[in-house]
């Protein structure tokens, strides 16, 4: 008889009981293992420690998550306060990651929790290696395509034993998103990077000569006169000295054309590029995410395929879609293959090869491993500067099994070629 | 207390959304939960962050004690605090996260509340006093009868509950106006019947007599009224009522106009020739509010919404406003000097202030026939009706307090949205629950039985009070074995994720009901996350 | 989670490769510089070594800046190309649509950025800039201004601002091609 005098949660009602209807759902699988067992040793990184990102927290220690590592390399503003709710006001200036860690620590004693106030290109591939997921809850475009790329080529490399789902989730005021991200299974962040349109930028020469919008006289302050007037000190959106100094330039600008509107809280917005964020929409985002997570991992009921829109301006509004994979993806569009060549033969015998391959036929092959250009076809310059790389022998530019990463008119982006020398089996 | 500039610093992130009407809004707020489950505490969460909810109050009231349970899936009780009311703990751990907040519990079982409220009217008060009442896994008596007692009293009240990876969250509100609905509308240029002041200025400009560069910075508004004089002289004809091609004919006009090809200037006239060479229309949403019987009578009791509306249909019927509405004094942004751009928004600006003057007029008629002062509709009011005045929204939903049995209002947005099965499926659930005084799935009744044969009978039962509620309210709709199975799956227990998705949109709907800003749903939200069915109607 | 992985119907082995040190702005960049299609009149200078900074020199053969020789420092982010590159010109130059600071006032660089757009596209741009100056939009009025007002007094400003001469009160780089470099 099902032991359900012990289910105290809902969690481990649905972890414990027969559920014919869902697919794949098992009370014990092949290798004898439990889907309670399953969420007690998932081990899952929380990228951000910010508005979703505290959110997130409460949501994975409050569904039995065991095993948590929280990276961020921010610290506390007071503007975070209004929904960032695992920091109070004698945290501000404080790390991010190690305030929220410190909180759930005292509520949840029995929770593994782990900070690292580090940047996510600081943490080791072992690391990555022993997650089980990722729930992202980042605002900067640059982080998640980093990870969704880093991710991305971890599964490449390792099979199952890099597969690490992204669970990605974005808010913006009323409305926000939510994408599941299956590395080498559906679309990767880059697949669907023309969703996040780019920031709000105005003329230069708008600014310069023919401001219109209180905006553009703030811009014409913080970057065409800041720059200007101190060469050497950047301009900081946080430090209100900076920002008093803008707007006292903007509104003479703004007064010399007419133009009223400027405030201390627009020239922040317009400097920092600040999104309006309330709690509610994080709440909504971060739990549907966390959601997905215990869904992953436990297998109790299908999860999203593979993205989610919401939106509160007018009504509730959620629509879940799937996005496809794009050929174009920067990321998982590039094309995998390898090739055997002798140690001893040219680079330039290896773009023959590539030209004259039965599958990648290549027109125009240029050359990339690692940091180093081994052969570009243009521009003349850099032709020029690694034409001596085609006399050289393969052993001289790089080991057996090295990945290289070339481009061609032919290929939408690039191609992944791995090369094994076949006179030194490696 | 804090200082005003803290508060602009503290709250910047929802101000921008909101602005310090919002805000003031939120603060004055009185918000009453029944439940003090998670999703009572995540739907609280998200009002006590953003704000000192009420001046001083937020009430929680509940009778249940802190379980084990509990601890693991609601994060604002205390572990320390097994066993004590779960109701005072979340006021207590909602309070500490926000120094601003003042919250307080009632340790009584919302049954009981609404027993005495039906019976002596004892408690009436604070419901009464209530800016919004949420209702958090209530018996469905439980939240009839508070509905019923809300809709009377035009308080707005949210009814939410779940089903393990199934949440559904009901709204009623008797009327809700919304002056500052943040709509996106068309830019109202009004090109096509140009006011005085605008044709003056469109009429002061000699597009001739411009060199390229002056040419290049003629704004779209005048390029357009040029473009229309144009068409219509060469057509022997005035501009109005243009079918498509007429409109294209303009545009293609705009680009022969242009000193060089594909001038933005008048490239962004040609392309505004779709949104702006169109007669005036008032939009469908202010239309409907304008027609509805509240706007045509008016007494002292009238409120300050239906007295603007009022007003804004005698302003209409004059001559002066020619059937267009108080123009909001704002233009978008586009491409021209500074010289006449400031200009252009000075001309609109003042046409905007002269109906506003007008408007003004009509509404002290108004004031009058309601033997009400003229002052009784503060100047802050006004301006934003106004300004908003394209943007007005009404949201009436249905009352939540009907029979089960009759067909439910939304019957058919349900069905269309693949949501009625659920909606049902609820409604069974609470009725299984009166008979069995037991959720579906829950073992206490029969101790010594299988869990897993438990849940299957169950979910069969549930599933014939789900097809008998469609039959009798003579709707074909199938609803799937498998449905009926996950809702017995769930033991009607709260999963914590689910929970806090329905106590974000719970919260979310709660700040637009009391902000009167951006607009509410319209009455049943379900939230199927096991799979991936979203739809509210 | 094994389920799901296994559920990928090609087969999704694993690679032998290593991990890519470059990121997808970088191989973005590879494929738009090794593709580019440039006329003799201008030159990419680059480092094999860090292909994210080069420089671009363009010789105008005719109009007003024929004879010059300018110089554009690119930066490419790593968020590229969500984000457009950065380009910067290097000499204080006369020119109605690039100030004396280096700031360039083009719109694919700003406002009408698109992924989609690439170096060949930036190219392009910098080079309309040059063979028809735009004095509608200016960034330098006075160049623009006198563009418009006197054109052959226009065009011999900018001859003598290239010869390094002293225009008001700013002093102009010299920029005229040195005849050994001309190819």
Request: net charge negative.
């Amino acid at each position: 008889m099902a032991p359900v005098a012990s289910c105290t949660t809902g969690i481990e009602r649905f972890l414990t009981l027969k559920a014919p209807h869902v697919e794949d759902f098992e009370l014990v699988t092949e290798e004898g293992e439990t889907p309670q067992q399953m969420l007690d040793k998932a081990n899952v990184l929380v990228i951000g420690a910010g508005g979703l990102g505290c959110e997130i927290l409460k949501d994975l220690v409050m569904s039995g998550f065991k095993n948590i590592h929280v990276i961020d390399m921010d610290t506390i503003d007071v503007s975070n306060l209004n929904r960032q709710f695992l920091f109070r006001k004698k945290d501000v200036g404080k790390p991010k990651a190690e305030v929220a860690a410190e909180f759930i620590r005292q509520r949840s004693p029995d929770v593994n929790i782990t900070a690292h106030y580090k940047r996510i290109q600081d943490m080791p591939e072992e690391f990555y290696l022993s997650l089980s997921l990722i729930v992202c809850g980042l605002d900067s475009i640059e982080a998640r395509r980093w990870i969704n790329a880093f991710i991305y080529n971890l599964a490449e490399r390792h099979g199952y034993e890099g597969f690490k789902p992204i669970i990605d989730g974005g808010t913006e005021g009323l409305r926000g998103n939510m994408r599941v991200i299956l590395p080498k299974h559906n679309a990767c962040f880059d697949c669907g990077l023309d969703m996040y349109p780019p920031k709000t930028t105005y003329p230069i020469c708008t600014i310069a000569n023919t401001p219109r919008l209180p905006e553009h006289c703030i811009e014409w302050a913080s970057v065409l006169e800041w720059p200007r007037i101190f060469p050497d000190k950047k301009l900081d959106g946080d430090d209100v000295d900076h920002i008093n100094w803008v707007v006292e330039q903007a509104s003479q600008r703004a007064a010399s054309f007419n133009i009223s509107g400027i405030t201390f809280s627009l020239a922040q917005g317009v400097v920092k590029n600040i999104i309006p964020a309330i709690a509610s929409t994080n709440a909504i985002i971060a739990a549907a995410c966390v959601n997905e997570a215990v869904k992953l991992i436990t297998s109790c009921n299908k999860y999203l395929d593979n993205s989610m829109l919401y939106t509160g301006d007018a009504g509730v509004y959620f629509f879940a879609y799937p996005l496809f994979q794009s050929e174009t993806c920067l990321v998982c569009g590039q094309k995998e293959g390898s090739m055997d060549a002798l140690s001893t033969s040219t680079l330039e015998d290896l773009i023959t090869a590539l030209k004259e391959h039965s599958v990648f036929q290549l027109k125009a092959p240029s050359l990339t491993y690692g940091e180093t250009s081994l052969y570009f076809q243009k521009p003349k310059m850099l032709e020029e500067q690694t034409r001596p790389n085609l006399s050289k022998s393969l052993n001289d530019l790089f080991d057996s099994g090295s990945t290289l990463t070339v481009t061609d008119p032919t290929l939408p982006t690039s191609l992944r070629v791995t090369v094994n020398f076949s006179d030194k089996a490696s | 207390m804090r200082t005003d500039s803290d508060k602009a610093q503290l709250y910047d992130r929802q101000l921008r959304l909101w602005q310090k009407d919002g805000q003031a809004a939120l603060e004055q707020a009185r918000v009453v939960v029944f439940g003090s489950s998670t999703l009572a505490s995540e739907s609280l969460k998200n009002l006590v962050l953003p704000a000192p909810v009420g001046v001083g109050e937020f009430v929680v009231v509940d009778d249940a004690q802190i379980s084990d349970g509990d601890i693991r899936t609601n994060f604002f009780v205390r572990p320390a605090d097994l066993g004590l009311s779960r109701a005072q703990s979340i006021v207590d751990n909602l309070c500490e996260m926000n120094p601003d907040v003042h919250g307080s519990a009632i340790a009584k079982a919302p049954t009981e509340f609404v027993e005495l409220i039906q019976k002596s009217g004892s408690e009436s008060e604070l419901l009464d006093s209530a800016s919004l009442v949420v209702a958090c896994a209530q018996p469905e008596a439980v939240v009839r009868a508070l509905a019923s007692r809300c809709w009377s009293a035009n308080i707005p009240i949210i009814a939410v509950t779940n089903a393990g990876f199934i949440a559904e969250i009901r709204t009623a509100v008797y009327e809700h106006s919304i002056v500052e609905s943040h709509a996106s509308g068309r830019p109202d240029l009004r090109v096509m019947a140009p006011f005085t002041a605008l044709r003056d200025y469109a009429d002061s400009i000699n597009l001739d007599a411009l060199d390229s560069t002056d040419l290049a910075h003629v704004p779209l508004v005048v390029l357009l009224i040029k473009a229309i004089d144009k068409w219509a002289a060469a057509n022997n004809t005035k501009a109005s009522g243009l079918s498509l091609s007429q409109t294209k004919e303009i545009a293609a006009l705009l680009r022969q106009m242009a000193p060089t090809p594909g001038e933005e200037n008048f490239e962004e006239a040609a392309s505004a020739t779709n949104t702006s060479c169109t007669d005036y229309e008032l939009p469908g949403e202010v239309k409907l509010i304008l027609d509805d019987a509240a706007a045509k009578t008016v007494n002292a009791q009238t409120s300050n919404f239906w007295l603007l509306v009022n007003a804004l249909r005698r302003y209409l019927e004059s001559e002066y406003s020619q059937g267009m509405l108080p123009h909001s004094g704002a233009i978008p942004d586009m491409k021209a000097d500074t010289l006449s751009y400031v200009n252009l928004q000075r001309i609109y600006k003042q046409k905007a202030e002269a109906d506003k003057r007008e408007f003004l007029c009509h509404l002290h008629d108004v004031l009058h026939d309601a033997d009400l002062p003229t002052d009784h509709v503060s100047s802050e009011q006004v301006d934003a009706f106004c300004r908003n005045a394209s943007k007005l929204r009404l949201v009436r939903t249905h009352p939540l307090d009907q029979d089960v049995r009759e067909v439910p209002p939304m019957a058919e947005d349900l069905q269309g949205g693949g949501v009625l099965p659920h909606y049902a499926l609820f409604r069974a659930a609470d009725m299984f629950a009166v008979k069995h005084k037991r959720h579906p799935g829950i073992v206490d009744a029969k101790p010594n039985m299988d869990i897993d044969e438990l849940c299957k009978q169950d979910a069969q039962e549930l599933l014939t009070m789900a097809k008998e509620l469609l039959s009798s309210w003579q709707i074909e709709e199938e609803v799937a074995d498998e449905l009926a199975a996950e809702f017995v799956r769930s033991g009607f227990m709260e999963l914590h994720n689910v929970s806090a998705v329905a106590g974000g949109v719970v919260a979310q709907e709660a700040i637009k009901l009391i902000t009167h800003q951006y607009v509410p749903h319209n009455g049943i939200c379900i939230i199927d996350t096991a799979n991936s069915i979203m739809a509210s109607c | 989670m094994r389920k799901i992985w296994d559920k990928k119907k090609t087969d999704v082995q694993a690679q032998k490769a290593q991990p890519p040190k470059e990121s997808p702005a970088k191989i973005r960049l590879q494929k738009d510089l090794s593709e580019l299609e440039i006329s003799k009149d201008m030159e990419i200078i680059a480092s094999p070594t860090n292909i994210m900074e080069f420089s671009v020199v363009y010789r105008p053969q005719e109009g007003y800046y024929s004879n010059g020789e300018f110089k554009f420092q690119v930066s490419v982010s790593h968020n590229y190309p969500h984000e457009p590159p950065k380009v910067h010109c290097v000499q204080t130059i006369f020119h109605p649509n690039i100030d004396t600071e280096g700031h360039i006032c083009l719109n694919i660089l700003r406002e009408e950025w698109k992924p989609v757009l690439n170096i060949q596209s930036v190219l392009f741009g910098l080079r309309m800039l040059f063979e028809a100056p735009n004095p509608e939009d200016p960034l330098n009025k006075e160049a623009a201004r006198l563009l418009i007002d006197n054109e052959p007094e226009f065009a011999r400003t900018v001859s003598s601002s290239m010869r390094g001469r002293m225009i008001g009160l700013v002093q102009y780089d010299r920029v005229l091609v040195s005849h050994s470099n001309y190819y």
